[in-house]
C-alpha cells in the first residue's frame, strides 16, 4: 500500500460547487484535479461504455461501481503515462469518486485520503437552481430535468452522504460552501494547503 496516490477528496451534494472548487484547484501548481463526472462526458458516447453512462446518468443514477472503478483506473494510469499527473509531486483531488461505500472500500488500496473536505449547503433549492443554469450553460440533460435533478439528491443522501462514515472523522473538514466561489476556494485553501505542504514541499535549506 505504499504507493497509494496522496489525495483529498472533494464531497457533497449535486451542484454544491465541488466541480468549482476542484477546477480552481487544479489549476495550481501541485494540486491534480479529477471529476469523475467530467471523465465520464469525455467518452464516446457511442461507445459501450458511454452508452452505459448515458443510460444510467440520464435517469440521475450512479453507473455501476465495476464500470466506474475501471474507467477511473484506467483514466489515472492514462494521466501519470503522460505525466500530467505526477503522484510524486501532485496532491490528488478528485471529485465525484467515490460515490458510494462500495467504491470507497474499491479505492482504499489505491488512494491515500489525506482529507475529506465535504462542501455542504443547506439550501437544496439553491443548489438546484445552480443545475438548472449549469444544464443549460454546459447541455447536461441530467441537470435539464427536476425530476432527474431531485432523483440526485435522492441518491446523494442514500448512496453518497454514508461514505463520510467510512472515513475517520478526523479527516473529514466540513466546509460551508455558501458564498462566492472566491470566498469558498479561501475556505477549502486553509485545508488543502497545509496537507500539500506536508507532505510534498521539502523544507527549504538552512540559508548560510
Ligand atoms: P457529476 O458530474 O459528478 O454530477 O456526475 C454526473 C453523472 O455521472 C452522475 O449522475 C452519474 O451518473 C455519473 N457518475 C459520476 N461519477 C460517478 C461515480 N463515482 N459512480 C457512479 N456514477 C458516477
Known amino acids: 500500500m505504499t504507493d497509494r496516490y496522496k489525495s483529498v477528496l472533494l464531497f457533497g451534494a449535486p451542484g454544491v460547487g465541488k466541480g468549482t472548487q476542484g477546477k480552481i484547484l487544479g489549476r495550481i501548481p501541485g494540486f491534480f484535479h479529477l471529476a469523475c463526472g467530467d471523465v465520464f462526458r469525455s467518452l464516446d458516447m457511442t461507445s459501450e461504455l458511454g452508452k452505459q453512462f448515458l443510460a444510467y446518468s440520464s435517469r440521475g443514477e450512479l453507473v455501476p461501481d465495476e464500470l466506474t472503478i475501471e474507467m477511473w483506473r484506467q483514466n489515472m494510469h492514462a494521466q501519470t503515462v503522460l505525466s500530467l499527473f505526477k503522484p510524486k509531486q501532485d496532491l490528488l483531488v478528485l471529485d465525484g469518486i467515490p460515490r458510494n461505500v462500495a467504491q470507497a472500500k474499491a479505492l482504499h488500496k489505491s488512494l491515500d485520503v489525506l482529507k475529506v473536505i465535504h462542501l455542504s449547503c443547506g439550501d437544496e433549492e439553491a443548489m438546484m437552481q445552480r443545475m438548472r443554469r449549469r444544464a443549460l450553460k454546459e447541455n447536461r440533460m441530467d441537470d435539464a430535468d427536476d425530476k432527474v435533478i431531485r432523483h440526485r ?55 548560510n
Open 153 to 207: 439528491f435522492e441518491v446523494y443522501h442514500q448512496e453518497t452522504h454514508p461514505v463520510l462514515d467510512f472515513y475517520h472523522s478526523s479527516i473529514v473538514v466540513n466546509i460551508d460552501a455558501v458564498g462566492s466561489p472566491a470566498q469558498v476556494f479561501m475556505r477549502v485553501l486553509e485545508v488543502v494547503v497545509p496537507v500539500q505542504d506536508a507532505h510534498f514541499n521539502q523544507p527549504a535549506a538552512a540559508a
